[in-house]
């Protein structure tokens, strides 16, 4: 079993910044990929950026160009730093790895953009 633990989130105004941690349980070297999913109040829990392992990322069209996606140096993180947050940036994150076998979930982080 692959345990995941989300941190960083937290209350910011709007065009601040934060930084999103996700550290699993096991290498994410061995993993296929590692994502950043988001959910809102009443909506459906949506992707916002992945990155696969051979360190190919991808995001969602309303978080390019102000999310960036990064492994950290250590070989069990995951960052998703946010900047220019907006008032519909403001969800629940959940960090979430892939293996050949499953998909893994952290508890995920409230964040909450101020106007």
């Known amino acids: 079993q692959v345990q995941l633990v989300e941190s960083g989130g937290g209350l910011v105004q709007a065009g601040g910044s934060l930084t999103l941690s996700c550290t699993v349980s096991r290498s994410i070297f061995s993993m296929n990929a590692m994502d950043w999913y988001r959910q809102a109040p009443g909506k459906q829990r949506e992707l916002v950026a992945s990155i696969i392992n051979g360190g190919r990322t991808n995001y969602e069209d309303s978080v390019k160009g102000r999310f960036t996606i990064s492994r950290g140096n250590a070989k069990n993180t995951v960052f998703l730093q946010m900047n220019s947050l907006k008032l519909e940036d403001t969800a629940v994150y959940y960090c979430?790895?892939?293996?050949?076998?499953?998909?893994?979930w952290g508890q995920g982080t409230q964040v909450t953009v101020s106007s």
């Open positions: 979430s790895v892939r293996d050949p076998y499953a998909t893994y």
